[in-house]
């Protein structure tokens, strides 16, 4: 079954605003981790977070994880016009090295 | 992080013809090499899974015949496209996955765009 859907699938935002992106997942997972992609790009890691973690931080990103609602979040604070670009989260289960799936992505656009 | 090249990083080829896609993990041993597809605007779809010495595990739908895969070492994994034609046109991802105690954690390559006319 599909496993990390974002929500929204596109988001709209000025510069300078912060910007949350969701993903809910259906099984239980080793940890979870979120991507952006910019148009024909390829991935580019930005946070992984475990599943006994709740919080983590890097940089003006901000990403939860509830196991228990199964869903995690991503805030990009002070968004800038290069945030643009389209953000994925990517589970694995619990058996080892079980493939990654991703959901269909956020389709973020910061305007200037 | 650890790195994984892809090459080429665009290949534009005639229907009918072969294309070989290369993924190398540079700085770790990858003992599961995943490849992706991905449609425009679209999330990646999961193709195939390969483990260092053994045959790919196809997804459901992907034609094994066409999509060629071969995992010879542990840094290094094809993906050859037989027979192109211009259905086959999209942005192919691999990712890489092992090595130490972060086993679980995959790196993404840069991705190639492959273009069927």
């Known amino acids: 079954s599909q496993q990390g859907e974002e929500d929204p699938q596109a988001l709209s935002i000025q510069e300078g605003e912060n910007a949350t992106m969701n993903c809910s997942y259906k099984t239980s997972i080793n940890n979870l981790q979120w991507y952006r992609q910019n148009s024909g790009r390829g991935l580019v890691h930005l946070i992984l977070i475990r599943s006994n973690e709740r919080e983590k931080h890097s940089g003006r990103l901000r990403v939860t994880l509830d196991t228990s609602k199964k869903s995690s979040s991503l805030l990009i604070t002070a968004s800038r016009a290069a945030d643009t670009a389209s953000y994925f989260c990517a589970t694995d289960a619990r058996n080892y090295g079980q493939n990654f799936v991703f959901g269909p992505g956020t389709r973020l656009s910061v305007l200037p | 992080g650890a790195v994984v090249s892809q090459h080429p990083s665009r290949v534009i080829c005639k229907s009918g013809t072969s294309v070989k896609i290369e993924c190398r993990s540079l700085?770790?041993?990858?003992?599961?090499m995943f490849w992706y597809r991905q449609f425009p605007k679209k999330s990646l779809m999961l193709m195939a899974t390969?483990?260092?010495?053994?045959?790919?595990?196809?997804e459901q739908g992907v034609e094994k015949d066409k999509f060629l895969i071969n995992h010879a070492s542990l840094t290094l994994s094809t993906l050859t496209v037989t027979s192109a034609h211009p259905e086959d046109s999209s942005f192919y991802i691999c990712s890489a996955q092992g090595g130490g105690g972060r086993s679980y954690e995959q790196y993404f390559g840069p991705g190639t765009r492959l273009t069927v006319t």
């Open positions: 390969s483990n260092e010495g053994s045959k790919a595990t196809y």
């Open positions: 700085d770790f041993q990858a003992t599961t």
